[in-house]
């Protein structure tokens, strides 16, 4: 929750496009009270005044949770397929892979009661579209006729010499007579109700769409994480398990026991060192949140991660060649490798590398384990045209950029698509 607060920024350039029409919405509604307080001033007595604010701040929040309601219904993300994951030696062809599995699965019933409840919203609208206006017109005049209230008539004695009734029609409070043209005055509260809803309806539906995502992605990516580090310790220890069975077999008397003491002592020790490992990896990994998209529409990915593609000896490349029986189609072949002599003890082989490609590909915003060796990463791909690639490392928080469309060897069709 902190990361999406965090992420919501009223005041400043903002990170994308969402969060400025977030911010016009909130300016919007803002604008909109300190309207109605000008309006509340120009009512008379203090009494008048205070009325007309308590009611119409009371109809302004009640239209605006009833928008956020519906926004929040229409906005609900869907939950998509896992991806299998294919690390670079399962390319190489030994058959070596890693596919991401969960103890549960998630909970959709949230994702259908929206999808009812969108189509019986738009269904009973439709249907029941006049008795729908007839209310909001009843319910847009009682606000305004409890919000306006006349200044009182003094009294007045007509030529029979009979005083006649100190208010017009029916009194008001405090001595003050209602409004007697209500339906004159009904836009006030018709205005108040339908853009507060609207602009309810805006921000519940951009909060569920921008921030809630990201709140459930990480979630879930920690959940995998321990998935993980659960199962690689415990196949450490069914391995060293095996390994002290076969030698108990080999020994016997004194020698099986102290080699049992000792490798007792190194499992301890090995565990201890796992825990060290896993929690600084996490902690690492924690750290570096989800980027936001730049401001270039056809490109998102331009000019977020710094433009360079080569960072602490780690570059990232590509290569582009049309696909065979089709001409409208490229092969993409993206790689991450170590291109010079790293310092003992900082390579990142075994740590996670955050991958974000175009948003109209499947899973954009993937997580790859670097491999040992040079190659680190190859991830085959199928385009139209170029695009910005973008890497975002884990382990140290490095970031990598590659536009396709400035590859020298890439096909003129693919760098100009």
Known sequence: MNYVLSRITLFGPGSGPSDTVFRFVVYTALTGLAILFVMALGQGSFDAVVRFLFIGLLAAIAAFCVGVLLGLIFGVPETTGRVSIEPADAAAGNGATRETSDWYSDNSALERVSIWLTGAIIGLSLVNFNNWVERFESTAELITSEMVVAAPIEDTTTSTGQATSATENQPGANGARADPEPQ???AL???????????????????????????????????????????????????????????????????????AEKEAEKMRTSDRQLAIVSSQIEMSQQSFEILSPGSVPDDPWKNVFGGSASVNGVTLSANVYPKKGDDELFSIEVKLAITETLRPGSSPAGSLARVYLHPTFPNSIREYTMAPGRDLLSIPLIAYGAFTVGVQRLDNGDLLELDLATLPDAPAKFRMT
């Open 189 to 259: 509260g018709g205005l108040i109700m339908a853009a507060y809803a609207l602009l309810g309806f805006f921000a519940g539906y951009l909060w569920t769409r921008r921030y809630l995502p990201s709140v459930l992605a990480d979630a879930r990516r920690a959940q995998r994480r321990r998935i993980r580090e659960d199962s690689v310790e415990a196949g450490e220890l069914a391995k060293r398990a095996a390994e002290l069975g076969n030698q108990q077999k080999k020994t016997s008397g004194s020698d099986a026991r102290e080699e």
């Open 184 to 186: 004159r005055h009904k």
